[in-house]
């Protein structure tokens, strides 16, 4: 007799803990995607800032490549020159993004204001980009800081320049994310 009630707490004591364990499991796996979603967000911002930095240390020295065919380019950039489109494509091909759709806007400045369109940047102007992020999320109730739009820009004073450089240089114009204006954070 003993030996049946044994045998059926162990059994009840079995059916509590797959209970539990199903109870449990959801809340586990929205924290361990949670966890993965803010790393790829973070991941992402940092490889976004690196590219930004070094494309444009490339662009003020007059060392960038001769690939423009990295990406389709909307209106935005019809105005830019093959150097400004080059420099974009550095900083994209040094971009390896786990989950983003990535904005650019690349633009010249003597220092206050951007150069007009055609005006050649010269010794002691700037060259800036500025890259946004969308960041798509794997679990939707997790909410990502800024509705998953991260931003990040860098300038560097042109050392070398370029007769290929266009002074307006060029952005993503069409298809930006709602609330993504360049001139409310990039000019």
Known sequence: MRHLRRRRSERLERGAAAVEFALV??????????????GIWFADG????????????????GSVGANTACRPWDSGW??????????????????????????VKLLYT?????????QVPARGDVA????AMQQSVTMPLIPLPGGGLQ???????????????????G???TNLPTGLQWSSWCD
């Open 128 to 131: 800036k980009m500025c890259i």
């Open 25 to 38: 499991l959801p809340i586990l796996l929205w924290l361990v995607f949670g966890i993965i979603d803010y």
């Open 171 to 173: 952005n993503d114009a």
């Open 46 to 61: 940092i490889t976004a800032r690196d590219a930004a930095r070094s494309a444009t240390r490339s662009a003020a020295l």
């Open 78 to 103: 019809q105005n830019a020159s093959s150097f400004d489109k080059a420099t974009v494509c550095a900083a994209l091909g040094s971009m390896q993004l786990l989950g983003s759709h990535v904005y």
């Open 151 to 169: 931003f990040t820009k860098a300038a560097s004073p042109i050392d070398q320049p370029t007769l290929d450089a266009a002074g307006d240089g």
């Open 110 to 118: 003597d220092g206050t204001a951007p150069l007009a369109h055609g």
